[in-house]
């Protein structure tokens, strides 16, 4: 495999080697008119090649990436070398922005033609029929505040695995019912009833209750604590929503009896219901669900680098390599890919199969859907910068490739808003952004353009359909760049949320979340209303009006695709209905005829099916379905038929189960416990048709968007910009404002009255002196999943003493997070990293120092000094001794100085 690796990176290399050099000698020798047959003969080669499936296959696939590379990286060429003039200023600013904008898409272009070289799925390996030659293994559902019913259909699927009952052990990992939230008086009767409910749920089907003391760390925090309390060789994760097949462990297991290094093998997460990009388009069978080219395209190129890496559930996992590092990682809050990243650096192997064994809820609303999204975003720019995959050591060149274009894609945000405002900067604030005339354009923009979009078909074939990319991001910017800054300023502070699942919508109507949208698209609006009369006063910019008015109208037209994706359908369904395939046998209650019938959807709740117009069958009877899945397995269901509509020639019917019916165990095993039906559901939607008129149902839903809403979002930015001009009459604000400039002005002051001094001393001066605690402190370690209390030795901005008895050994560097009232008496909660441990007595001094940076500096001087005035009085008033005594060596400073003289004398000797 590495020496695969190392010809494949060796052939590249020498790839990009020709292609820079072709580059060159093209841009010497081809005039303009040469230059055009170039890039669009270029393009039309790539663009037949990626309608012909036989060149999806190697080798004829890298042919196709040594192409496309020429037609970008000659577009790029000509892009640095021809139009970074500078022309003023704020013209330079502007063309910057662009620019990087560009080259953040060409850098990403370039990873994902590396990382999708040629995706592999790996075969299914048979179990062993000695079943005590099978390993044993744990399977964890986690769950925080989804409903009873969601839990206890997985948890009843999973009872009905087939693999050894005495080498299965499940458990339901209740976070919502922890002791922390029983003590509660806001959550404590909620988590009560929550905790006997799982408890009495976890009892009837025969399966264990874990619950942990406390939330902290979230999902990480709840497995750790589950692998402390568990002994499984193997560890099957099931997020609480996902429902798993009968055969998911025998799919499975097999890889990690292989390769004693295996220490993933990961499943494609499949959803039963729609997101909510496909939901607003009706009346069309096979929409693209954004997840499935993650887990079609990017996880197989992944899995041929050995990249493939954890997705938080529908996997199983090696304990023994688990514990090795500690359990689940807990820095970020996409654990799943950073102790995939952590496992894959100490030289474990991943593996994924591409065969659905899961069915799961996606989120049924933009904003839930942006919640989501964001996480991962969040996450994935976390182990960015906490790890750094291109320099991790221990990684392979293409892993570290593959992690780093996973994590990098997540900033498309900038450069797609980027995207959106150029045209306008022209328009309206007359900035020169793109110097470029209309035939160079034409030339080297346009095929380098077309060929993004015929690179992305070409990969991503049968997941993603032409422009639905650029919806993606377009719906999913603005919260990426509000979601992201954070992190950026600190990556350590970021929240894990809950995705919620399950939710109904009484009523259709656009999410708020679309409002930067409506901002964009009015922008781009006036742009365009601007292009027309600065094309009768300006007759010299012609060319430049022309381009960028059409690129506004394509800003327009995508911002409306992007508002239709925004719409909120009505859902009031408990139990989705998926398609069904196969036939089930249908007779009415105490009758003996029988007829066979078409199945058309199906789910826990009841079943449709094609009656034929003859049937003496209606609405309100009783009937009883014989039905089988693809394993042989015969099943009988009594129903109601509760719709009969007709539909050409023959009648749709459709079923309820009696009430103790519904979600039963065998509803479950016949509705999801069969994999064959995933796999073609799975293989159906992979057939993508109709894009133009999916495009055409956008745009539709966005301009009824824009005309039911507008009135609205104009209100709101009036009420918004008043409340703004309120504010700066408010006193009270300014104040407040000041107060914290005057703060801020001190601690700036004081610390380079510091650093001077230390420079003059030769010697690190401590820049914070440590004040008194005496306060009682709660640490919690997350890898242990263990609570201490302690008393507050001393305190500063750098960090906290806290002494506490141990019961347990820890090392240097371990992470930490600590809970005490500050000044304020308010309850903060610090991450702190134990820099030295001390043994005093029976107990030790952990010293902590505080993870901190700009973005929650000033919350960490709120704990330990106050804030407003008391922060100026304690950094100007409190500290003014200490500065003295440096500049006039008295008191404590020159006893520290004794001190410091006499130790340097016994170290001399």
Same mark, same amino acid.
């Given at each position: 495999?590495?020496?695969?690796?190392?010809?494949?990176?060796?052939?590249?290399?020498?790839?990009?080697?020709?292609?820079?050099?072709?580059?060159?000698?093209?841009?010497?020798?081809?005039?303009?008119?040469?230059?055009?047959?170039?890039?669009?003969?270029?393009?039309?080669?790539?663009?037949?090649?990626?309608?012909?499936?036989?060149?999806?296959?190697?080798?004829?696939?890298?042919?196709?990436?040594?192409?496309?590379?020429?037609?970008?990286?000659?577009?790029?060429?000509?892009?640095?070398?021809?139009?970074?003039?500078?022309?003023?200023?704020?013209?330079?600013?502007?063309?910057?922005?662009?620019?990087?904008?560009?080259?953040?898409?060409?850098?990403?272009?370039?990873?994902?033609?590396?990382?999708?070289?040629?995706?592999?799925?790996?075969?299914?390996?048979?179990?062993?029929?000695?079943?005590?030659?099978?390993?044993?293994?744990?399977?964890?559902?986690?769950?925080?505040?989804?409903?009873?019913?969601?839990?206890?259909?997985?948890?009843?699927?999973?009872?009905?695995?087939?693999?050894?009952?005495?080498?299965?052990?499940?458990?339901?990992?209740?976070?919502?019912?922890?002791?922390?939230?029983?003590?509660?008086?806001?959550?404590?009767?909620?988590?009560?009833?929550?905790?006997?409910?799982?408890?009495?749920?976890?009892?009837?089907?025969?399966?264990?209750?874990?619950?942990?003391?406390?939330?902290?760390?979230?999902?990480?925090?709840?497995?750790?604590?589950?692998?402390?309390?568990?002994?499984?060789?193997?560890?099957?994760?099931?997020?609480?929503?996902?429902?798993?097949?009968?055969?998911?462990?025998?799919?499975?297991?097999?890889?990690?009896?292989?390769?004693?290094?295996?220490?993933?093998?990961?499943?494609?997460?499949?959803?039963?219901?729609?997101?909510?990009?496909?939901?607003?388009?009706?009346?069309?069978?096979?929409?693209?669900?954004?997840?499935?080219?993650?887990?079609?395209?990017?996880?197989?190129?992944?899995?041929?680098?050995?990249?493939?890496?954890?997705?938080?559930?529908?996997?199983?996992?090696?304990?023994?390599?688990?514990?090795?590092?500690?359990?689940?990682?807990?820095?970020?809050?996409?654990?799943?890919?950073?102790?995939?990243?952590?496992?894959?650096?100490?030289?474990?192997?991943?593996?994924?199969?591409?065969?659905?064994?899961?069915?799961?809820?996606?989120?049924?609303?933009?904003?839930?859907?942006?919640?989501?999204?964001?996480?991962?975003?969040?996450?994935?720019?976390?182990?960015?910068?906490?790890?750094?995959?291109?320099?991790?050591?221990?990684?392979?060149?293409?892993?570290?490739?593959?992690?780093?274009?996973?994590?990098?894609?997540?900033?498309?945000?900038?450069?797609?808003?980027?995207?959106?405002?150029?045209?306008?900067?022209?328009?309206?604030?007359?900035?020169?952004?793109?110097?470029?005339?209309?035939?160079?354009?034409?030339?080297?923009?346009?095929?380098?353009?077309?060929?993004?979009?015929?690179?992305?078909?070409?990969?991503?074939?049968?997941?993603?359909?032409?422009?639905?990319?650029?919806?993606?991001?377009?719906?999913?910017?603005?919260?990426?760049?509000?979601?992201?800054?954070?992190?950026?300023?600190?990556?350590?502070?970021?929240?894990?949320?809950?995705?919620?699942? +399950?939710?109904? =919508?009484? *009523?259709?109507?656009? /999410?708020? $979340?679309?409002?930067?949208?409506? &901002?964009?698209?009015?922008?781009? #609006?006036?742009?365009?209303?601007?292009?027309?009369?600065?094309?009768?006063?300006?007759?010299?910019?012609?060319?430049?009006?022309?381009?960028?008015?059409?690129?506004?109208?394509?800003?327009?037209?995508?911002?409306?695709?992007?508002?239709?994706?925004?719409?909120?359908?009505?859902?009031?369904?408990?139990?989705?209905?998926?398609?069904?395939? +196969?036939?089930? =046998?249908? *007779?009415?209650?105490? /009758?003996? $005829?029988?007829?066979?019938?078409? &199945?058309?959807?199906?789910?826990? #709740?009841?079943?449709?099916?094609?009656?034929?117009?003859?049937?003496?069958?209606?609405?309100?009877?009783?009937?009883?379905?014989?039905?089988?899945?693809?394993?042989?397995?015969?099943?009988?269901?009594?129903?109601?038929?509760?719709?009969?509509?007709?539909?050409?020639?023959?009648?749709?019917?459709?079923?309820?189960?009696?009430?103790?019916?519904?979600?039963?165990?065998?509803?479950?095993?016949?509705?999801?416990?069969?994999?064959?039906?995933?796999?073609?559901?799975?293989?159906?939607?992979?057939?993508?048709?109709?894009?133009?008129?999916?495009?055409?149902?956008?745009?539709?839903?966005?301009?009824?968007?824009?005309?039911?809403?507008?009135?609205?979002?104009?209100?709101?930015?009036?009420?918004?910009?008043?409340?703004?001009?309120?504010?700066?009459?408010?006193?009270?604000?300014?104040?407040?404002?000041?107060?914290?400039?005057?703060?801020?002005?001190?601690?700036?002051?004081?610390?380079?009255?510091?650093?001077?001094?230390?420079?003059?001393?030769?010697?690190?001066?401590?820049?914070?002196?440590?004040?008194?605690?005496?306060?009682?402190?709660?640490?919690?370690?997350?890898?242990?999943?263990?609570?201490?209390?302690?008393?507050?030795?001393?305190?500063?901005?750098?960090?906290?003493?806290?002494?506490?008895?141990?019961?347990?050994?820890?090392?240097?560097?371990?992470?930490?997070?600590?809970?005490?009232?500050?000044?304020?008496?308010?309850?903060?909660?610090?991450?702190?990293?134990?820099?030295?441990?001390?043994?005093?007595?029976?107990?030790?001094?952990?010293?902590?120092?505080?993870?901190?940076?700009?973005?929650?500096?000033?919350?960490?001087?709120?704990?330990?000094?106050?804030?407003?005035?008391?922060?100026?009085?304690?950094?100007?008033?409190?500290?003014?001794?200490?500065?003295?005594?440096?500049?006039?060596?008295?008191?404590?400073?020159?006893?520290?100085?004794?001190?410091?003289?006499?130790?340097?004398?016994?170290?001399?000797?």
């Amino acid at each position: 495999m590495q020496d695969r690796h190392s010809k494949i990176n060796a052939s590249l290399f020498l790839f990009a080697i020709g292609i820079c050099l072709t580059i060159y000698f093209s841009e010497e020798l081809l005039n303009f008119g040469g230059q055009l047959y170039l890039g669009w003969g270029s393009f039309f080669i790539i663009y037949l090649m990626s309608k012909v499936k036989h060149f999806r296959n190697q080798p004829w696939r890298s042919i196709f990436i040594v192409l496309a590379l020429f037609v970008s990286c000659r577009y790029i060429a000509w892009r640095i070398f021809d139009t970074l003039i500078y022309t003023g200023f704020f013209d330079f600013i502007g063309m910057a922005l662009l620019f990087l904008a560009e080259l953040y898409g060409f850098t990403l272009f370039l990873l994902d033609m590396f990382v999708n070289f040629s995706p592999i799925s790996d075969d299914i390996i048979p179990l062993s029929k000695e079943e005590s030659l099978l390993p044993t293994v744990d399977i964890f559902i986690p769950t925080y505040d989804e409903s009873e019913a969601i839990v206890r259909m997985t948890v009843t699927a999973a009872t009905q695995i087939n693999y050894p009952k005495n080498k299965l052990n499940i458990y339901i990992l209740d976070d919502g019912g922890t002791h922390a939230k029983r003590r509660s008086k806001e959550s404590g009767a909620k988590a009560w009833r929550r905790h006997y409910s799982l408890r009495r749920l976890a009892k009837t089907l025969g399966v264990h209750y874990l619950t942990r003391e406390t939330n902290q760390k979230a999902k990480a925090g709840n497995i750790n604590h589950a692998l402390q309390h568990t002994r499984g060789d193997l560890i099957l994760i099931l997020d609480c929503d996902q429902v798993p097949t009968k055969d998911i462990l025998q799919n499975t297991v097999g890889q990690f009896l292989s390769d004693p290094k295996m220490f993933l093998v990961q499943t494609p997460h499949f959803f039963i219901n729609e997101t909510p990009v496909n939901n607003v388009i009706t009346g069309i069978s096979n929409r693209p669900d954004e997840s499935e080219m993650f887990y079609r395209k990017i996880q197989p190129a992944m899995n041929f680098w050995n990249a493939a890496f954890f997705c938080g559930s529908a996997a199983v996992l090696r304990r023994s390599c688990l514990m090795e590092v500690g359990g689940i990682a807990i820095k970020t809050i996409t654990e799943d890919c950073e102790t995939s990243l952590i496992l894959h650096a100490h030289g474990y192997n991943s593996s994924y199969i591409n065969k659905p064994m899961i069915c799961g809820l996606s989120p049924e609303t933009p904003s839930d859907y942006l919640t989501q999204h964001s996480r991962w975003a969040k996450g994935m720019l976390q182990v960015l910068m906490h790890y750094n995959p291109l320099f991790m050591r221990g990684l392979s060149l293409p892993q570290r490739l593959a992690y780093f274009a996973s994590s990098y894609s997540w900033l498309f945000g900038f450069a797609r808003y980027i995207f959106f405002l150029a045209p306008s900067a022209f328009l309206i604030l007359g900035l020169n952004v793109y110097a470029a005339n209309w035939h160079e354009m034409v030339d080297f923009t346009v095929p380098y353009a077309l060929s993004i979009l015929v690179v992305i078909s070409y990969f991503f074939a049968g997941s993603r359909q032409i422009f639905f990319s650029e919806i993606y991001e377009t719906v999913k910017g603005f919260r990426m760049i509000r979601e992201l800054m954070p992190v950026l300023l600190n990556p350590w502070k970021q929240k894990f949320l809950v995705t919620p699942k +399950g939710k109904t =919508l009484e *009523k259709e109507q656009l /999410s708020w $979340d679309a409002f930067p949208l409506f &901002v964009l698209i009015t922008i781009n #609006g006036i742009s365009i209303a601007i292009a027309a009369i600065r094309w009768n006063l300006e007759p010299i910019w012609h060319e430049n009006i022309i381009i960028t008015a059409i690129w506004c109208c394509i800003n327009i037209w995508l911002g409306l695709m992007s508002l239709g994706a925004f719409w909120e359908k009505r859902q009031i369904r408990a139990y989705y209905r998926i398609s069904g395939g +196969g036939t089930v =046998l249908v *007779k009415a209650l105490g /009758s003996s $005829d029988q007829v066979s019938v078409e &199945v058309v959807d199906i789910s826990a #709740g009841g079943i449709g099916f094609k009656l034929p117009l003859s049937t003496e069958l209606k609405a309100g009877d009783q009937v009883t379905l014989d039905a089988a899945d693809s394993y042989g397995n015969a099943y009988q269901f009594t129903a109601t038929i509760v719709r009969m509509q007709k539909e050409g020639d023959h009648f749709f019917c459709g079923t309820q189960f009696p009430p103790e019916k519904i979600a039963s165990p065998e509803a479950i095993a016949y509705v999801y416990g069969d994999s064959g039906r995933w796999q073609r559901v799975w293989d159906e939607s992979a057939e993508l048709k109709q894009s133009k008129l999916q495009l055409y149902l956008l745009t539709k839903l966005g301009l009824k968007a824009v005309r039911e809403n507008s009135a609205g979002y104009f209100t709101y930015i009036a009420k918004s910009v008043g409340k703004f001009i309120v504010m700066l009459f408010n006193p009270y604000v300014w104040f407040y404002a000041i107060t914290g400039v005057a703060s801020w002005t001190i601690y700036l002051l004081y610390l380079a009255i510091v650093y001077t001094i230390s420079l003059a001393d030769h010697q690190e001066a401590r820049k914070f002196p440590r004040l008194r605690a005496g306060e009682k402190m709660t640490i919690y370690f997350p890898k242990l999943d263990a609570t201490l209390v302690g008393w507050g030795f001393d305190i500063s901005l750098t960090g906290v003493g806290v002494k506490v008895g141990l019961p347990f050994s820890i090392h240097d560097n371990e992470l930490v997070e600590i809970s005490v009232r500050g000044v304020t008496r308010r309850e903060h909660r610090m991450d702190c990293i134990i820099r030295r441990v001390i043994k005093d007595g029976d107990e030790v001094i952990l010293g902590a120092e505080f993870i901190v940076d700009n973005s929650n500096f000033f919350k960490i001087v709120s704990f330990v000094y106050g804030q407003g005035t008391k922060m100026v009085f304690a950094l100007a008033v409190s500290n003014l001794r200490r500065i003295l005594s440096y500049l006039f060596f008295i008191g404590e400073v020159t006893d520290d100085r004794k001190q410091h003289a006499e130790l340097k004398k016994e170290i001399a000797k």
